[in-house]
């Protein structure tokens, strides 16, 4: 593995992103979907709701932002690159396919996951100020900040390679978008449901989850690695 090289596809995603508006504001719009309803509903809550909602995970709700937000990002990786015609260059070079799939997917989930950690705090810190007494003591526990941290980049790292492998094997941007979104689905589901307390967690479980999430995760860089076919890509053969 060249860390110089995965380095240089890190920076040159970058550079695209800054570039690419629609994917700024898809990276945008998102988190407001995902943090507006949740702190509504938390500064219309009274001190008496304090009790019950010690219960509750509504903090899990926000692990739909990693769930979702890098699977706009990634999706647009290799279709995107390629429809503009800048792929076909850097697949001449001698850079291994996992280097390059590892820089972009890098390149995704760094912004990513600073911008759910982001929206995290921001959503921490008006429920701190805004809500009303007793409110941010029962919904700010700490095993709760606990799965947001250790979840955020396993759940990002997933929709990352998942969006990837759309993406390399479709060749419309629009087509891969739409089915990066319908794949994340299913992991914004469980959270919700266990922001929702329809699942129960524990700590069995989140371990559980967690591990299967590493393996998920190693499992993906894999499978897009064996499915970005370079001769395809550059001849421009349809799948």
Not at 14 to 34: D, H, K, Q, S, Y
Not at 93 to 98: L, N, V
């Amino acid at each position: 593995m060249n860390r110089r090289l995965v380095r240089a596809i890190v920076a040159k995603e970058l550079r695209e992103f800054r570039r690419n508006r629609t994917l700024v504001v898809g990276m945008a719009i998102v988190p407001l979907i995902f943090s507006v309803q949740p702190l509504v509903s938390v500064f219309a809550l009274t001190t008496s709701a304090s009790g019950p909602l010690r219960r509750e995970h509504v903090l899990l709700y926000l692990l739909g932002i990693p769930a979702l937000v890098p699977s706009l990002v990634a999706s647009y990786s290799v279709v995107g690159e390629r429809e503009q015609g800048t792929l076909e260059p850097l697949l001449t070079t001698p850079i291994r396919r996992e280097e390059l799939l590892l820089g972009k997917a890098l390149a995704t989930f760094l912004p990513a996951v600073a911008v759910a950690y982001g929206v995290f705090a921001l959503f921490l810190v008006c429920v701190g100020v805004f809500a009303q007494p007793g409110v941010a003591s029962a919904l700010i526990r700490p095993p709760d900040l606990i799965a947001q941290l250790v979840f955020t980049p396993l759940l990002a790292g997933w929709s990352i390679w998942v969006a990837i492998v759309i993406s390399a094997r479709f060749n419309d941007v629009r087509v891969a978008q739409q089915l990066s979104t319908v794949a994340s689905l299913p992991s914004i589901a469980l959270t919700t449901l266990v922001a929702l307390n329809v699942i129960h967690p524990s700590l069995r479980i989140a371990i559980l989850a967690a591990v299967i999430l590493v393996l998920l995760n190693r499992i993906g860089w894999r499978v897009a690695s064996a499915v970005f076919d370079r001769e395809r890509l550059i001849t421009g053969t349809k799948t």
